[in-house]
């Protein structure tokens, strides 16, 4: 078991091909956060004002369930991967943030996007993780990125 832990959340599996590229690249262990309830095509429809990511987008305080919690407490350094979702992370990554002590580990956001890169740096969710939480600054990732570059992101971490 490595120190590292790569945990992520991906709708559509855009953000599952990225996060296993990273798992290599960091040596990291990697486990998904599998909502309870999967978002059909139609939760992510989000031109449609009732659709459940717009609901849950417009509601901040909607935490999604997830199926299997992994354990973060055996790991230093958890790196959390999510597809950006109006500039920010799905609501379900807090409801696995809130859910877990973070405190004394090392935090490092990565997003997948069409285009967007604001919310990949995971600034906006400090707020759900104890003080003593070290963040790093997180990043846009996109499932092609070569090793190379995602070695040198990891180095540059100083982790
Ligand atoms: C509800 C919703 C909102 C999105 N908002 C953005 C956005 O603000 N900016 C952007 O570049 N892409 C946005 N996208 C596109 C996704 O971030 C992108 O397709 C992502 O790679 C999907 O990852 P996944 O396949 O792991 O779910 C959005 C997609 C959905 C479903």
Redesign the pocket.
């Known amino acids: 078991m490595s120190n590292r832990l790569v945990a992520?959340?991906?709708?559509?599996?855009?953000?599952?091909?990225?996060a296993h590229h990273l798992a290599e690249a960091a040596g990291a262990d990697i486990k998904e956060l599998t909502p309870t309830e999967p978002?059909r095509d139609a939760d992510?429809?989000?031109t449609d004002r009732s659709?459940r990511?717009?609901r849950e987008?417009e509601d901040v305080s909607i935490r999604p369930q997830i199926a299997d919690v992994p354990d973060v407490s055996g790991y230093d350094v958890v790196f959390v991967g999510?597809?950006?979702?109006?500039?920010?992370a799905?609501n379900i990554i807090r409801t696995f943030l809130e859910g877990q002590d973070f405190s004394g580990k090392t935090v490092v956001t990565f997003?997948?996007?069409?285009?967007?890169t604001e919310?990949a740096t995971g600034d906006h969710l400090h707020d759900s993780c104890s003080a003593s939480t070290r963040w790093l600054t997180g990043r846009r990732i996109a499932?092609h990125d070569s090793a190379a570059t995602l070695a040198t992101w990891i180095n540059d971490l100083g982790l």
Not at 82 to 88: A, E, G, I
Not at 111 to 116: E, I, Q
């Open positions: 992520y959340f991906s709708a559509t599996g855009t953000t599952r091909a990225a978002y992510l429809n989000w659709s990511c717009v987008h999510y597809p950006l979702w109006w500039d920010k799905p997003a997948t996007s069409s285009t967007s919310g499932a």
